[in-house]
DNA sequence: GTGAAAGCGCTAACAA
DNA sequence: TTGTTAGCGCTTTCAC
């Protein structure tokens, strides 16, 4: 292992035989340098791979470039894409991201949420576990954040969301059209906004047929037991799941059922993943904009770090509604709508 | 939105009536402070909601409690899943995670290992996109590396991986006992070194079965295009996948095509994912213990943060082997082996 | 154009 | 037991 005394801008002054205010007037591009000194510091700094303490930087300036970012549950490859596309975005205007995971657990969630504090970054954007958000959020989170994906019970933070309530709505009407009597909507917890979204709007559109909700919860043996139930006894002819996990796990236990789809019933998911098109047929879904909400979240976050102080804002995104052979009675076609 | 004044250790002072060292040392728990003071300073503090700067006690104290985090791509759930797993032990020794990808790009890995720097972490931990590391991490890195899931030319560093050979073996020798005579291997590049060592352990037990390698890149077009030339044209009777991408772009390609397996073709896959459970036949593949290669990862960097300066050390951690539909003759039955 | 000095928030060392 | 002082690495201000 290597390791050697930590080299500061002292080391890289002296070094080049000038002070530290020059060295960092040549490290921050500051006009007035000889043209000469910067050569001699550049290099100094080259062969000591010196690179600026960032914090002793904002301790002294005040200018952060560190935002952080807080997810559910960063195993779950929606919200690692987001991530990734937050993190190109924020490179792009010299941020770094701190980026930690709640593990869809409220009271992780909160301290979470206390600890990344002290590292003072400049705001924050966060996929809250549930709406409760204000408890976790004091008055004294002296820094703008944007919540995305899910309301919450805080009106004081910009929102960029999907339009749930309408995309559930059209896949409702989608089945109902299909003519499937009844269906089942599946989904971890009402409490999590966007499942009571989807949940009223799928209710909204039913038309003739008959729908009700079940909360499954957010853990897999939970989520398993109350699938078999609804599969063995209720024997809906539509099942529609409301996030991934749910609908993995139906799929899973429909597999295991023995069930055909869509000869013993119907099924679609709000959510996309890979598998949704692997399988056969492939899966009815509503896909969601991540990288536009990542884009729109950064952009929000990056106006308000700006000293931006607009009204709150929400901003919802539209999803596309991709009608795959999962829910098409025998001799439909596929299709895609918005 | 919320903006107030900063609040730092000096407001919680004046307000409690105390010196700032007083709410230091009762911030730190040190020994010797009046518990009337305590009591006092911790209301203060709850009140303003004031956090430590984790980085003003950093610079003053030496003590880190940052580590970093470089993984090739997070939107791939098997690194998602690591991070995660990962940013449960940090938290419990007291460390959050500077979390940055590098979207499968070695220019952009370089630039990210570089800039990460600048946060001074105590250590990290590298997934690195391929095996010239050493070109990313000049001598003046002052601080334990450990490098995870794959060899890099530079032997400074601690290793974690699994045993990408013996693993690889065991599936091609399953095929070429099950009666397949050719097999195709495709990997992303045989650069990356666990694809490297994947299909030398592949080829090692092929027995009398003919295999061959093709590289078909990182980019999914150039993936889709070369798996769509091998399933046309050399339509071998096995098709061994050695990473997530390649696995999900033939599997796609396969049903694109109207092969059905393993009737047409067996396939089997490095890298277990959600879905290859899900599709019927399910999919023989390798699964890699990515909770404990986290585990093991953080015990390493942890010991090396702490002053350890063993010689550099490199584990190997079993995969297990799952035999499925995928690659039974007709007849056979799936089974589970390590 | 360059450097000396002050100070960001914090804690270690020491004085009271 | 508590407060004072100094200084971590950096940038800003202001002499020079």
Redesign the interface.
Known sequence: ????P??SIKTVAERAGVSPATVSNVLNAKPSVAPELIERVRSVVAE?????????S??RSGKHS?AGVVVP?????M???F??TL??LAREDGF??????A?NDVEQEKERL???????PAGLIVIPCDGALSDRT?????M?IVVVDRLTDDP?YDLIAVNNAQSAAAISAHLSEQGYRSCVVAGSMLSISNIRERWEGAASAAGGMAISMVEVGLEAKGIRHRLYEILTQRRPEALFALDHITA?IA??TM?DLGLSVPGDLAFACFDE???M????PAITTVRQPIEEMATAAWQQLSR?MGGN?DP?RTLRLACSVEVRGSTLREGGRSSTAA
Chains 1, 2 share one sequence.
Request: net charge positive.
């Open positions: 292992m290597k390791r050697r930590p080299v000591l791979g010196y690179v600026t303490d960032s914090n002793a904002r301790l560190l549950d960063l195993s779950n490859p919200f690692g894409t991530v990734s993190e190109t770094d991201l701190l980026v930690v995971s593990a206390h600890a990344i504090r002290s590292w003072r004091p008055p004294s989170m002296h703008p004081n993995l799929y899973q597999t993943a890979e598998w098109r692997l399988v056969r308000r102080v709150v």
